[in-house]
Every structure is written in structure tokens, then in C-alpha cells.
T-cell receptor, first 114, second 110 residues
Framework: ETGVTQSPTHLIKTRGQQVTLRCSSQ?????VSWYQQALGQGPQFIFQ???????GRGNFPPRFSGLQFPNYSSELNVNALELDDSALYLC?????????????FGEGSRLTVL | GENVEQHPSTLSVQEGDSAVIKCTYS??????FPWYKQELGKRPQLIID?????GEKKDQRIAVTLNKTAKHFSLHITETQPEDSAVYFC?????????FGSGTRLLVRP
């Protein structure tokens, strides 16, 4: 059990809608990273939060945004949903900024956009 | 830019045989190389990792080798079992993010 929890586990939205995904990091971990995994592909880095600030961002448009809270939990928000946003969204927590340690993944939130 | 290439995309072996998956990376600053196993509908799980100051690491039936000069690293699974069937991802970490390969679907035939 990694201790990283995500919600919701599954959800269905329609194009143009907005979605918020949530993640609780493993106890003691202060860094949260979000990844998008499309079907049949490897996870793609969206962004990372460290001490409530965005620490780095992958090649995703601004309609992908996030937050980290004082308890290190995090949210991923996606506005103006597109069909290609359908994917498994994975949250991973770790200890330290730019850590070269293990990332602990949650079970993910599977988003379907119709 | 940063890129990790992984081969093969699919691999079928007989139970008891060995399986080898290979990855190459492009960022010479990469210093951490984990391997993840992902079963259908599940999260990626770390199975072994290696850091840039080590050339080889072994954990029971699983081993990873790293050649920093050639920017290659490989996963070796010996005495494969049906429960090893899954998708395996290599990754490298540069700065703050993991760059994943495209995955290898391993099938172990009983």
C-alpha cells in the first residue's frame, strides 16, 4: 500500500466541461507530480508541485492547472475538455524537490470525455 | 529534447525463460533510472531502480544494467513466471520529472 489516494476513480464528462481530480500524497511526502497516461502509452509528465508552488511543467496547455494545499494534497483541473483528454491521470508523491528517489503512484483517475 | 526509447514493444517468452527489455535515453544529465510494472487497470509499481553511479543492480530474479557512456539501460528478468505478464516501463529522471518509455508488453506463456 503506497498511501497515495486519488479521487474519483472513474468519471465521464462531455466536451467543453471542466473537471477536478484530487490526490492525497503519502504521509511525509511534500512533492506531488501529475501524469497523463493515454491508452497504450507511457505516462506523460503534466506538472509538479512542491511546497504549494508549481515546480515544473510538461508540454500541456494552460487549461491544465493545479494546486497544492498546505497538507501537500493536490488538485488537477482541466478546463474546456477535449476528446483527447480521455486518459488515466496518475498522481505521484515523493520527498523533496527534484528528488531522485522513488515516486509513489496512486491508482489513478480514469477520465472519459464524450 | 528529452526522450526515452524502449524496445521491444511486445515480448512473448516461455515460462522459465529470460526476458530482456532495453531502453536508451538522450539527456546526459539523467541520474536515476527506475523500472515500473503495470498490470491492466492498475497503477505503475516500481520494481527496481538504478542510479548513475552504479552499473548493475540485482533483486532476486530481476536485474538492471546501466551503460552511461552509451546511454543504455536494460531490465533482465530470469526464470519468468506467468505472473510476470504485464506492461513494463523504463524511465529516466532529469531534474524533477520522470520521462517514460512507451512500454513493453510482456507475455509469459505457461
Amino acid at each position: 500500500e503506497t498511501g497515495v489516494t486519488q479521487s474519483p476513480t472513474h468519471l465521464i464528462k462531455t466536451r467543453g466541461q471542466q473537471v477536478t481530480l484530487r490526490c492525497s500524497s503519502q504521509s511525509g511526502h511534500n512533492t506531488v507530480s501529475w501524469y497523463q497516461q493515454a491508452l497504450g502509452q507511457g505516462p506523460q509528465f503534466i506538472f509538479q508541485y512542491y511546497r504549494e508552488e508549481e515546480n515544473g511543467r510538461g508540454n500541456f496547455p494552460p487549461r491544465f492547472s493545479g494546486l497544492q494545499f498546505p497538507n501537500y494534497s493536490s488538485e488537477l483541473n482541466v478546463n474546456a475538455l477535449e476528446l483527447d483528454d480521455s486518459a488515466l491521470y496518475l498522481c505521484a508523491s515523493s520527498l523533496g524537490q527534484g528528488a531522485t528517489g522513488e515516486l509513489f503512484f496512486g491508482e489513478g483517475s480514469r477520465l472519459t470525455v464524450l | 529534447g528529452e526522450n526515452v526509447e524502449q524496445h521491444p514493444s511486445t515480448l512473448s517468452v516461455q515460462e522459465g525463460d529470460s526476458a530482456v527489455i532495453k531502453c536508451t535515453y538522450s539527456d546526459s544529465a539523467s541520474n536515476y533510472f527506475p523500472w515500473y510494472k503495470q498490470e491492466l487497470g492498475k497503477r505503475p509499481q516500481l520494481i527496481i531502480d538504478i542510479r548513475s553511479n552504479v552499473g548493475e543492480k540485482k533483486d532476486q530474479r530481476i536485474a538492471v544494467t546501466l551503460n552511461k557512456t552509451a546511454k543504455h539501460f536494460s531490465l533482465h528478468i530470469t526464470e519468468t513466471q506467468p505472473e510476470d505478464s504485464a506492461v513494463y516501463f523504463c524511465a529516466d529522471m532529469s531534474s524533477y520529472k520522470l520521462i517514460f518509455g512507451s512500454g513493453t508488453r510482456l507475455l509469459v506463456r505457461p
